[in-house]
T-cell receptor
Framework: GNSVTQMEGPVTLSEEAFLTINCTYT??????LFWYVQYPGEGLQLLLK?????DKGSNKGFEATYRKETTSFHLEKGSVQVSDSAVYFC???????????FGKGNQVVVIP | DVKVTQSSRYLVKRTGEKVFLECVQD?????MFWYRQDPGLGLRLIYF???????EKGDIPEGYSVSREKKERFSLILESASTNQTSMYLC???????????????FGPGTRLTVL
């Protein structure tokens, strides 16, 4: 079946540090890949997406590249701000499937 | 902008009560979803609907039912609330994607339900 694995545990880093959150997936066919973000007290919102291999999604300084050979979609940002503190979820949807498979999410805390 | 609204942000109910959670979207999306979110477990799909009066079970449907009488509205029903249903409930909607699957999901703000 389709599944997404995110690195374990919260991520705590200082302002202006480099952020990486790992995401790997298992899927049949050619899935679309997503990163969603959940700010405190809010629902999830789409951060970026990629629909085919080698596509790079980007938004608000965040980037992720769809790597079919390593089945990965790692999220990166070069210089984080306190306002980036949130929970980040990796997700995928596969051909003909009405569902998203979510990873368990990573809490990111950015310290001034 | 797509808007998904949920009827309550916070709800407190007693064990055994029947609970209705309402979700409305304003973008004519075919697909609608109900999730629950718990610490350490991420999001788990309860039910989804791909058309009016159509529904499919998700990963954890036990103890829940749903209703979709109109395209814009998707209701989650707890027939007899129990304490283990205390959780954050998130509704989402989506168009059908280019590959025939669901595209970007748009989420409501969530309802934090406490069952005493």
């Amino acid at each position: 079946g389709n599944s997404v694995t995110q690195m374990e545990g919260p991520v705590t880093l200082s302002e202006e540090a480099f952020l990486t959150i790992n995401c790997t997936y298992t899927a049949t066919g050619y899935p679309s890949l997503f990163w969603y973000v959940q700010y405190p007290g809010e629902g999830l919102q789409l951060l970026l997406k990629a629909t085919k291999a080698d596509d790079k999604g980007s938004n608000k300084g965040f980037e992720a590249t769809y790597r079919k050979e390593t089945t990965s979609f790692h999220l990166e940002k070069g210089s984080v701000q306190v306002s980036d503190s949130a929970v980040y979820f990796c997700a995928l949807t596969a051909y003909g499937n009405n569902r998203l498979a979510f990873g368990k999410g990573n809490q990111v805390v950015v310290i001034p | 902008d797509v808007k998904v609204t949920q009827s309550s942000r916070y709800l407190v109910k007693r064990t055994g009560e029947k609970v209705f959670l309402e979700c409305v979207q304003d973008m004519d999306h075919e697909n609608m979803f109900w999730y629950r979110q718990d610490p350490g477990l991420g999001l788990r799909l309860i039910y989804f609907s791909y058309d009016v009066k159509m529904k499919e079970k998700g990963d954890i449907p036990e103890g829940y039912s749903v209703s979709r009488e109109k395209k814009e509205r998707f209701s989650l029903i707890l027939e007899s609330a129990s304490t283990n249903q205390t959780s954050m409930y998130l509704c989402a909607s989506a168009v059908v994607g280019g590959q025939g699957g669901t595209d970007t999901q748009y989420f409501g703000p969530g309802t934090r339900l406490t069952v005493l």
